[in-house]
């Protein structure tokens, strides 16, 4: 079931984001394609050279969409490896920018040595991706989104003990009821409109989270905002970006 559920959330936020990615191919195609129209008619050449650039960074910006795109949908299987979180989702800049409204700002609040933690990269991005959405959603105004990474050492309560990075997704929104907030990790639970909602998002953080062996905790106080916080046990491994330098410098002729 889990499996099941989790590759219908990405198959959904697939949809979601190429939704967004549809609309601006359009946007940039009318760019290439007007540009061409006009560059026809024109002689000058300063305006012909503008037309051009114009159109090559239209281009480009498709090229790079398409990656991105490529990259997000090729994930399949849990690959679970020690991740340095605060690389992993500063890499998403782009793609949150574009999967949210330009009156949301996302920030970032990472420690200089946050620790590794053993995640599935591609998954750990869907995650951060469905939380944001979920706080653009709430935010229907506006507002700032905090993706804030934190390092606890020594945790002991009845759910979790030792050295965890706290992972927290704050933003300050209409925030949830006690009646919506004990049932947001059942799937298929939604309170938004038909089309707008799945209901499997935060059913897909909480897999996420017990699945790499830690906890997802929520705080939400009506009118003024959500944190949603994710526990993950910290890893001993190097980020396998780490090792793979360790690795050339070993290989290095003296
Ligand atoms: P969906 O976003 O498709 O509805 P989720 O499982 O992600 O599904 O969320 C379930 C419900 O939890 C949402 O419909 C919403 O009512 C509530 N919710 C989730 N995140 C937030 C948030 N950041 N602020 C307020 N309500 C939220």
């Not at 420690?111 to 599935?120: G, I």
Request: proline share 5%.
């Amino acid at each position: 079931v889990q499996e099941t559920l989790r590759q219908a959330q990405k198959i959904e936020a697939i949809g979601q984001l190429t939704g967004g990615v549809a609309h601006d191919f359009n946007n940039l195609l009318m760019v290439i394609s007007g540009g061409l129209d006009m560059l026809d008619r024109q002689t000058d050449p300063n305006r012909r050279r503008r037309l051009m650039d114009g159109m090559i960074q239209a281009a480009q910006r498709g090229a790079s969409l398409t990656k991105q795109l490529l990259a997000f949908s090729r994930r399949q299987k849990l690959r679970p490896q020690p991740v340095d979180v605060a690389a992993q989702i500063g890499g998403m800049r782009e793609l949150l920018d574009r999967s949210l409204r330009g009156d949301v700002h996302v920030e970032f609040d990472f420690p200089d040595s946050l620790w590794p933690v053993e995640v599935d990269p591609g998954e750990l991005e869907l995650v951060i991706l469905n939380l944001a959405v979920n706080a653009r959603d709430a935010m229907p105004n506006g507002g700032t989104i905090l993706v804030r990474g934190e390092n606890l050492p020594d945790l002991n309560d009845e759910e979790i003990c030792g050295d965890y990075v706290r992972l927290s997704v704050i933003d300050e929104g209409v925030g949830m009821s006690p009646e919506i907030l004990s049932r947001v990790f059942e799937p298929f639970f939604t309170t938004k409109d038909v089309g707008k909602g799945s209901g499997l998002g935060l059913a897909q953080v909480h897999g996420f989270a017990t699945q790499s062996r830690g906890t997802v905790r929520i705080h939400s106080e009506v009118g003024r905002g959500t944190s949603i916080e994710l526990y993950l046990p910290r890893s001993f491994d190097l980020p396998l970006s780490e090792q793979h330098l360790i690795d050339l410098t070993r290989v290095r002729p003296k």
